[in-house]
Each structure stands twice: as C-alpha cells, then as structure tokens.
C-alpha cells in the first residue's frame, strides 16, 4: 500500500490526498476564511452535532461513535472558546479546523463525521443559523426603539412643532404625529424581518455537494435537532441559494435608510438655527479645536453607516449575479457583508434608541413663533371651505392674504377680522380660534391626522405590537 503524502501538514492535509505538494502560503491566505467564519464555530459546531445524530440514528454510524462524535465536539467547541486549542491561518476555514480537530480529540470515529456531508451543504446551515440568532436579536433591538420613541411620545408628544414639505413650513403638528411617522417605518422593518425568517429557516443539511447522497440520511432529523422549520427541497439550491441573505441585508439596509432619516433630523434639530433638541452629555461629541462644541457625531455616524450597508448589499447581489449552478467560492466571500450589514444596523438602532432615550426636547420652541405663522395658512382656507367656499376658491383667497402680510412686513397676525372680510366675507367676526397653532393641530382628527386623539390611537396600536415578536 503506498504511504500518505509526506508534504500534508496540519490546517490542509485532510483535503490534500491527491496532490503532491501543499498549497503555497500565499494562496493559504488569499483562500481562508477562518477570520471571518470563526464566528460561526457554535452555528458550525451545532450543525455537526446535529449531522452525527442523524447519521446515528439511521445507522450510518453506530450509536456509540454518534456519542463519542458528539461529545468530541463539544470538547472542540470548549478548547476553542477557552483558547486551549486555536486554529490556524493553514485551516481553510471553520470547517476543517474544527473536523481536524475533532479527529485529534475522539481519533479514528472523527473521520466519519465528514459521512453524507459537504462543505458546501455545511456552510450553508451555518449561515442560516447564525441569521436566525441575529435576526431575533435585530427584532429585539428595534422593538425596544419603538419603545423608546413610545415613551418620547408620553412625555413630549404635545409639544408644537412645524409640520414640514421640502423642509419648509406646512402646517402646525405635535410631536407625537411626527414621531409616528417615524414608528410606522420601523414597525416595517420589524415586519421585514419577521417575514425573512421563514425563507431563513429552512435546512440546507444533507443536501452535501450539490447532487444528494447515497447514504440513508434522514434530513428532516438534522433540520428539527437544528430548529429548522423545513428543508429545501433541492440540494443544487441548498448549496447555491443566498437570496435569503440578500433579503436580509436589503431588510437592513431599508431600516438604515429609516435610522438615516431620524439621524438626519436629529442632526438638524440640535443645531443653534433649529434649537429643538439638547443631545444628552453621552451621545454628544466635542471638538479638538473649538472648544463649545457639542456635535452630534452619533448620528452623523448613523446616517454615514447606512452607506455602508447599501454597498453590503450591493456586494451580496453582484457576487451571485452570474454564478453558474452550484456551489462556487466565490460565495465565501458573502459573509463579510453579510456580517457588516447585521452588525452595523444593530449598532445604528441601538445608538438611536440610545439617543432619543437622553436627549431633551425644547418643548416651548415653537409655542410662540408659530402663532400667526403662515405655516396656518391652511387653516385658514379649511375655515372658508368649511363654511362652503369650494376649496380651490378659498386657497386663493388665503394666498392674496399672505402677499397682503408679507407686503405689510408682518405674519398672519396682522389679518384682523376686518381685514379677512374684505377678502371674503364668509370669515367670522372673531378669527382667534383659526389662529391659534394648537387648535389647528388638534383639528385635525381625521384618521392619521396630528390630532392628539389619533396620536393616542396609533400609540395603543403600536403598544399593542410591541409585545409581538417572532413565533418562536
Ligand atoms: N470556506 C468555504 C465557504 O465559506 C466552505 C465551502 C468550501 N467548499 C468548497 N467546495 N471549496 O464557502
């Protein structure tokens, strides 16, 4: 019999049998993804402890060597934990640093664990179930922003503020309604992920190389050991499939684009012009130069990161775009972003949720130079039209009104009710009502609109679904 290859060194050789010389170090470090994939070691590890069940169970293995592989795994996932045993920069990835491994710990039984299975099927579980856990814990975050944004609106929602289109002045709202606007969105985004846990959880497991196996696996067994709900069908697909990472990744990068917004406003707000909000000493920021500074850097970085995550998913979408059926290596490069997107939106929500928790909002900021604004000019033509005018004609009528203002130098707290009559005489004699910004927000109670009523509306709503989280 001819002698194992004398060149197979540790991290490689298990994979090396037919070549004559190992890889070059270059091409170890261009090839490996240990870096990045060691944070799958418990998703790899309970994979594997699952795939030896299996394969005990339905007699590919004895009962015996199911339980000595599987405790040999637990021993490599404590080594590895603890750093009594690392891998290498030679182990190609996760994979076979813990399968080398395990046949060091439990000897010649580690060779079978590699039985009925690839790496390809194996990478693929990983991924999935290392997205589930995050995807739990990413709906955990955001329901307690909600939260925050919930509490936000019990003490500061009454607050008057300008309600604005093309960041100018349209008509008086309260705080709340605007905080809703916000709520709403993120609500979807919980929705998103809720919903991309079903296409998540399906087991790749047993699919092996692309082509299925000859041995009697049973993969509904690994799939329920894993928490799996289903598996998917085809073992081409199972090993090719990164839609589902894509769909969360574009689940993640929408919810930037909403922390983007709030960041933006946020931003905005704590400027000296605006003076609407004080960030709290612990998410504000200093500068090494001017020394009153108090930026407001946390959500600069928001809003900056949700770049990031757009060109993450983009790298997800273009490294599958043009791969051919079934598994290629290009696809390892999917967990760098795949990893980024995750991380990177669960900081951004829990650095907004952060910040809206400590900052403090100046709840009289607007009380006075709203009353008279033009920002009531609507509710002005709601009054005419109200009182029969048809609408059209009443925008008019309240438009000469603003010229006449503002060629008097002043607001609408120069229309008296004298004065409003010559431009049409269905005003009422006392127009005090329609000038007050408070009873213009508060008038507006149709469903969705400003009025504090619909606000408590929304909120109870929105309570109500705080405590709905995944069907676990
Ligand atoms: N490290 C690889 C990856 O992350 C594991 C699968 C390798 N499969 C293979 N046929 N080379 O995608």
């Known amino acids: ?100 491994r395990l046949t060091e710990v439990v000897g010649e039984v580690g060779k079978k664990i590699h039985t009925a299975r690839s790496r390809n099927d194996q990478v693929a579980t990983d991924v999935r179930l290392w997205l589930k856990r995050r995807l739990i814990e990413l709906d955990v975050a955001l329901t307690e922003l909600v939260s925050v944004l919930l509490d936000r609106i019990e003490s500061d929602g009454r607050t008057l503020m300008p309600g604005y289109t093309h960041l100018q002045r349209g008509q008086p709202i309260l705080l709340g309604h605007h905080l809703l606007a916000h709520l709403w969105a993120l609500e979807r985004d919980r929705d998103r992920l809720v919903e991309a846990l079903a296409r998540v959880e399906k087991s790749p497991l047993g699919a092996c190389a692309m082509a299925g196996t000859p041995h009697p696996i049973d993969r509904s067994i690994s799939a329920e050991l894993l928490g799996f709900r289903g598996l998917v069908e085809n073992a081409m697909d199972a090993v090719a499939a990164r839609d589902h990472e894509q769909e969360v990744v574009a689940a993640c990068a929408i919810c930037m684009t909403h922390l983007s917004r709030i960041a933006e406003e946020l931003v905005l707000w704590s400027s000296v012009e605006f003076n609407f909000v004080r960030l709290g000493d612990d998410y504000a920021t200093g500068s090494s130069i001017m020394p009153q500074k108090r930026n407001p850097d946390a959500a600069e970085l928001v809003r900056g990161k949700s770049a990031r995550v757009y060109g993450d998913l983009m790298t997800l979408l273009s490294l599958v775009k043009a791969l051919p059926m079934a598994y290629n290596r290009d696809l390892q490069e999917d967990r760098e972003p795949l990893f980024d997107a995750v991380d990177t939106t669960m900081a951004s929500i829990n650095i907004t949720a952060g910040m809206w928790r400590t900052l403090t909002i100046s709840r009289d900021r607007f009380e006075a130079d709203l009353v008279g604004d033009f920002s009531l000019a609507t509710e002005l033509a709601d009054l005419l039209a109200e009182r029969g005018v048809p ?57 969705g609109g400003t009025a504090w009523l619909e606000i408590q509306r929304q909120v109870a709503i929105l309570e109500g679904n705080v405590g709905r989280g995944f069907d676990l």
């Open 1 to 100: 019999m001819k002698q194992p290859n004398s060149t197979r060194k540790p991290g490689s050789h298990l994979i090396r049998g037919r070549f004559a010389a190992p890889t070059s170090t270059d091409m170890q470090t261009f090839s490996s993804s240990l870096a990045v994939d060691l944070r799958m070691l418990d998703e790899d590890i309970d994979g594997s402890i699952a795939h030896a069940t299996m394969l005990g169970q339905v007699g590919i293995v004895t009962a015996e060597e199911a339980q000595t592989l599987c405790a040999g795994l637990e021993t490599v996932r404590q080594e590895i934990h603890d750093g009594t045993w690392a891998p290498t920069d030679a182990h190609e990835d996760v994979h076979m640093a813990v399968e080398e």
């Open 391 to 447: 609408f059209r004609e009443a925008h008019e009528v309240v438009a000469s009104i603003v010229r006449w203002c503002e060629e008097q130098g002043s607001g609408l707290e120069a229309l008296t009710p004298s004065v409003a009559r010559e431009f049409h005489p269905s005003f009422p004699e006392d127009l005090g009502p329609w000038l007050d910004p408070r009873t213009a927000a508060e008038r507006r109670t149709s469903r």
